[in-house]
């Protein structure tokens, strides 16, 4: 079976639910190979059985499935007759994005079928808004794609084996990810922050690694310390131990001794919420009645509650119910292997093409699923917890070609962003600066920054401050602490009221071409997308409703407004 991707990577949300077939595929006696979408669009085995995973984004397709899209669509023969497939897309029905859900995995289903290529059942659907991806897709899974599978392929069914999940290792467990060892020059703290704690990292590329401001950085984390010494104290292991795999079907390393606490650390996801399989299966190692109906329970109705939007882990649910006696190897069987994670470059190539910034939030909360417990974020704990001198693995990955500056930097452009949602913009006003200096006429850049408070996270405030006096950008702070009319110019106290009130400057921009970037959480997205509509129906004078306004702003996203949203 091959796993055809389309979300940008095989780090992001759809390299997830590629995990979860990766992980079942063995017990139904199928090896996976799992390649990016747009490779379709070279020669493929057609004895194999394909699924697709897309990730429909403002219903424009992913960036590595563009060449994809646009083949099926003007297929003129039956280039893929004789290949199964099966779709399962990713979209959101929130807000403005309900006009674009599940575009691009309707148009691959009946573009397949056109071309020739057989469906095996009908294509799953999930709304990413309910954060329910992983429970529906391990539903569609279940209930269908393994069923049908076997129905039309005769594929052995040992949905009983304990085995761990097959999964094909290369020679480095790391290396499917094409990560690479990266120095750490700097690590300091950018702000204090509200309830986080802001970090810059500086980091030192390979030679061979590049990139443009916008691009992301995909980092490969290690567990933290805390959820590696819960996991050995649950299953009472020596704090020497070792593990030695002698089955090839995982994708721990196999045939050599590993200490247990280097797989922990660095080969599984410790934190990542259970599924409803995953309790199913805790259910089947206890006795305990009480036990077991709880577990049905949050198997059930309390899926959503008290599992997907608490981020219980297996881990969280072991220690939350003694009585269910799981042996290590099968809890190491339920864990998917550790992945990266994607943060916005805060640099330009410009200043040094070999060294590239990060910006983020560190989280450390208290456990939803445990007060006495800390919700430790994986990545952002790790980052943190690096010094100069220390290396990581890392990768560059684009990201969507819009989300760069203007090939005309005579243009203008207006930036919004919230948090460490300033991070890109941080890139592009460093490029700016360096375009500045080399003496090229730059066009207008506004940029609005959303800060809690200026002495605990008012992010590179003196580095922005000093390029807004050299006319390299335009300022605009927005203070939510502050009392209305004490943030500076206007009366705005959020991004969203200092945009409003200067919208006869906005107006005018846009009529001009502006590039419109956003960068920040889906509250923030939606919140600039509810005024920009506002905006243009104040601009047509009462003559534009509602539906215009939204038509108008779908048509002005296609070609000058690039969100980037990152919860």
């Not at 009946?110 to 992983?134: F, N, P, Q």
């Not at 009130?501 to 846009?510: P, Q, S």
Request: charge should be neutral.
């Amino acid at each position: 079976m091959i796993i055809f991707l389309g979300d940008g990577g095989n780090v992001g949300a759809c390299g997830s639910l590629a995990q979860t077939v990766v992980n079942a595929a063995s017990s139904y006696g199928y090896r996976v190979q799992v390649q990016p979408l747009d490779d379709v669009t070279k020669n493929i085995p057609k004895d194999q059985r394909i699924l697709l995973i897309i990730l429909s984004h403002e219903g424009q397709p992913p960036d590595n499935a563009c060449r994809f899209i646009e083949r099926i669509e003007k297929a003129e023969e039956k280039p893929l007759s004789g290949v199964s497939y099966a779709i399962f897309g990713c979209g959101n029905l929130q807000g403005h994005l309900k006009d674009t859900f599940q575009w691009i995995p309707r148009i691959s289903d009946a573009s397949l079928e056109k071309a020739g290529a057989r469906r095996l059942v009908d294509y799953g659907v999930a709304d990413a808004s309910k954060k329910t991806i992983i429970g529906r897709f391990k539903k569609c899974e279940d209930v269908k794609l393994w069923p049908s599978t076997k129905a039309c392929f005769n594929g052995e069914d040992n949905s009983a084996s304990d085995r761990i999940p097959a999964l094909d290792l290369p020679e480095s467990h790391w290396s499917s990810y094409e990560v690479r060892k990266t120095l750490v020059l700097k690590s300091d703290t950018a702000a204090l922050g509200n309830g986080s704690m802001k970090k810059h990292i500086e980091l030192h590329l390979p030679a061979s690694m590049t990139y443009r401001a916008g691009d992301y950085l995909a980092v490969l984390p290690e567990n933290p310390r805390q959820n590696i010494e819960r996991v050995v104290h649950k299953f009472n292991l020596p704090w020497d131990g070792s593990l030695d795999i002698k089955s090839k079907d995982t994708f721990l390393p196999y045939g050599t001794p590993l200490r247990i606490r280097e797989v922990l650390r660095s080969y599984v996801e410790l934190s990542q919420p259970a599924t409803r399989d995953n309790i199913k299966t805790l259910k089947h190692h206890t006795t305990d009645s009480a036990t077991r109906m709880s577990l049905t329970s949050l198997g059930g109705n309390y899926f959503s509650s008290y599992i997907t939007d608490k981020k219980t882990s297996i881990l969280d649910l072991l220690e939350a119910y003694p009585a269910i006696d799981l042996p290590i190897e099968k809890y190491l069987a339920m864990l998917p292997s550790l992945k990266p994670r994607q943060y916005s470059i805060s640099s330009s190539p410009l200043t040094d093409p070999g060294v590239c910034t990060l910006t983020y939030s560190v989280l450390d909360a208290p456990s939803f699923a445990k007060n006495s417990q800390r919700f430790l974020g994986v990545s952002t704990n790790f980052l943190a917890s690096l010094r100069p001198g220390d290396r990581l693995l890392a990768n560059v990955q684009p990201s969507t070609p819009a989300f760069h500056l203007p090939h005309d930097i005579s243009a203008p452009m207006i930036m919004l962003c919230a948090g460490t949602g300033i991070a890109p913009f941080r890139g592009f006003v460093q490029e700016r600066a360096v375009l500045m200096a080399q003496g090229k006429k730059l066009g207008l850049a506004l940029l609005y920054v959303d800060y809690r408070d200026e002495k605990m996270d008012q992010l590179y405030a003196n580095e922005l401050e000093t390029w807004a006096q050299m006319g390299v950008v335009d300022l605009r702070w927005a203070c939510s602490r502050l009392k209305k009319g004490a943030g500076g110019k206007g009366s705005a106290t959020y991004v969203l009221d200092r945009l409003w009130d200067e919208r006869d400057e906005i107006r005018g921009l846009v009529e001009k071409d502006a590039m419109v970037y956003v960068c920040g959480s889906r509250a923030v997205a939606d919140g600039v997308e509810r005024v920009m509509k506002k905006l243009r129906m104040e601009w047509q004078g009462g003559c534009c409703g509602v539906g215009e306004a939204e038509k108008w702003l779908e048509e002005f996203k296609g070609r000058k407004y690039m969100p980037l949203v990152f919860d």
